[in-house]
């Protein structure tokens, strides 16, 4: 019989199209093939309320603790959170504690506990709203994932960074939905004593869609539509271009 979720994510309100995808918070796996459509609960005093529920047919027992997104129709995320085994509702967590949630699930060999105890460098704290951070002006960026001891990581577990059907998904989000930007990611592997990275490309176009203020960086791997690892999240600050740049 299937099992149904509640999530209440106010800022969604009247949003349609959006599904909820389950990942194992070990393992990335997805559970929910396809991912399970959100319907949004009506009540007598608010009509359009934010909260959400969604039907799970898979059973997840054992699985223990499972990362939670919601995606709009066309697989952008929009929020994270955890579904903890014999709860029925989604925690709103933020992404850093969905990481440390999956450290202290229990590292293991190619649990992604192991990847994401790894950190990134290279991505700027502060970007400059219509600023173009492109390949054809030099502007790209060059984001390293590294372990504890600062060696590289080009693979987790069998899964490596050049599989034809390895994708990383970098958006840097804030409140309105709208003021979301989404990059595009390419991994360029190593080349000698050339260390390989991430090369991050936010056109004006996407740039232009933030809001002054504080936003969130989001870094995923995904390798086909069954795993989808969280990388990494760092605070970013978006400001305007100074008068005559």
């Known amino acids: ?3 149904i979720i509640n999530w209440n994510a106010s800022e969604l309100t009247l949003v349609t199209g959006m599904k909820a995808w389950l990942y194992g918070l070990t393992t990335g796996v997805l559970l929910n093939t396809g991912g399970d459509s959100l319907v949004e609960i009506d009540t007598l005093t608010a009509p359009a309320s934010g909260a959400y529920t969604f039907s799970l047919a898979e059973p997840r027992t054992g699985l223990g603790t499972l990362r939670a997104v919601i995606k709009s129709s066309g697989g952008s995320p929009y929020r994270d959170g955890i579904l903890r085994e014999g ?3 989604v925690e709103d967590v933020n ?7 999956a450290v202290g699930a229990g590292a293991g060999a190619g649990t992604a506990a192991e990847w994401t105890a790894g950190s990134i460098t290279g991505f700027p704290t502060t970007l400059v709203i219509g600023d173009s951070y492109i390949e054809s002006v030099d502007r790209h960026i060059k984001v390293y994932y590294r372990d504890s001891e600062d060696t590289p990581i080009t693979a987790i577990g069998d899964k490596t960074f050049i599989d034809e059907d390895f994708e990383a998904v970098l958006t840097v989000g804030q409140d309105n939905l709208s003021s979301i930007v989404r990059a595009t990611c390419v991994w360029v592997p190593a080349a000698g004593l050339v260390e390989g990275y991430v090369k991050v490309q936010l056109p004006k176009d996407q740039t232009r869609r933030a809001g002054e203020g504080d936003a969130r960086m ?3 791997f995904r390798w086909g539509d069954t795993i989808e690892v969280l990388i ?14």
């Open 218 to 220: 989001q870094l995923v």
């Open 232 to 245: 990494a999240s760092q605070a970013v600050s978006w400001t305007s271009k100074n008068v005559g740049d």
């Open 95 to 101: 992404f850093t504690e969905v990481l440390e949630a």
């Open 87 to 89: 709860s029925t509702i």
């Open 1 to 3: 019989m299937p099992e």
